[in-house]
């Protein structure tokens, strides 16, 4: 339970379609079965709750600018109630690439020695639990990108 994250490929012809209305290709089960079966069509990528960590490693201080992987997990949900309005994006084909090439270079171990020290120790301590958790979602990450960019593919994401 709780806010999750997950991603699936867009035809990078329907980019802005998806963008005028994400909710459709994130909703829409015709789409998905009508599209052809893996592996023509790849799989789509969910960074359970990673994605929160991943946003953190990869946003960057404030001293210092986002990284182009950052665009993978931006965004945040709008919460109300006793709930939440997700938040959608769409990356065309070119911020794919941009996103693959970044995270084919990102070390993990480098970005928490950067971090860490930024954030109070009981937190450190926390990510630091996680980091093996984190490091098969950012190489699950790694994969989805790559081949999306490859297949000159857009993608959607869903944070909710």
């Known amino acids: 339970m709780g806010i999750r994250y997950f991603a699936l490929p867009v035809p990078a012809q329907l980019v802005t379609i998806a963008r005028i209305n994400p909710r459709a290709f994130l909703s829409d089960q015709h789409f998905w079965e009508t599209w052809s079966d893996p592996p023509d069509?790849?799989?789509?990528?969910?960074?359970?709750?990673?994605?929160?960590?991943?946003?953190?490693?990869?946003?960057?201080?404030?001293?210092?600018?986002?990284?182009?992987?950052?665009?993978?997990?931006?965004?945040?949900?709008?919460h109300y109630g006793y709930g939440w309005i997700p938040y959608d994006r769409v990356l065309s084909a070119e911020e794919v690439l941009k996103v693959a090439s970044d995270l084919a270079v990102a070390d993990l171990a480098r970005l928490y020695q950067e971090y860490t020290p930024q954030v109070?120790?009981?937190?450190?301590?926390?990510?630091?639990g996680r980091r093996d958790y984190v490091e098969s979602y950012l190489e699950a990450a790694r994969k989805f990108t790559t081949e999306l960019a490859g297949m000159g593919l857009g993608l959607i994401y869903s944070i909710g």
């Not at 960074?47 to 993978?72: C, F, N, T, V």
């Not at 109070?120 to 630091?128: F, L, Q």
């Open 120 to 128: 109070s120790p009981d937190w450190a301590a926390i990510m630091d």
């Open 41 to 78: 069509r790849p799989e789509g990528l969910d960074l359970d709750k990673a994605w929160r960590d991943l946003q953190q490693l990869l946003g960057g201080m404030d001293s210092e600018p986002m990284r182009d992987a950052y665009e993978l997990v931006r965004g945040e949900v709008t």
